[in-house]
Nanobody, 126 residues
């Protein structure tokens, strides 16, 4: 059964770093674009970062630009989100998602993603 599994979340202090992983099982991520989303308590799920299937196109929401880096290792069937300079407002459950549809001009339209992981909690607090 196709599945995405996130890992790497945790509790860190402001300014510290985490690297999230999104591993696929039951299918290959090689030909799929992947997005990272997050949902804080009481808020809508929002797009954070996007990477195309080849890795040549990436995108970041404004609040994380310059601090987060998305990458992929197709040989390992895994996408990563390196998060540096974490802030309390980054606290959320982080989800990865994969899409089979061609790029439509919208990086973070949740309806265009076919597979979702169960999420990993990131908490940033002093």
């Amino acid at each position: 059964q196709p599945q995405l599994v996130e890992s790497g979340g945790g509790l860190v202090q402001p300014g510290e770093s985490l690297r999230l992983s999104c591993a696929a099982s039951g299918f290959t991520l090689r030909y799929l674009a992947v997005g990272w989303f997050r949902q804080a308590p009481g808020k809508e799920r929002e797009g954070v970062s996007y990477i195309s299937s080849s890795g040549d196109r990436t995108n970041y929401t404004a609040s994380v630009k310059g601090r987060f880096t998305i990458s992929r290792d197709n040989a390992k069937n895994t996408v990563y989100l390196q998060m540096n300079g974490l802030k309390p407002e980054d606290t959320a459950v982080y989800y990865c998602a994969a899409r089979t549809k061609l790029f439509s001009g919208s990086y973070y339209n949740k309806a265009e993603y076919d597979y979702w992981g169960q999420g990993t909690q990131v908490a940033v607090s002093s």
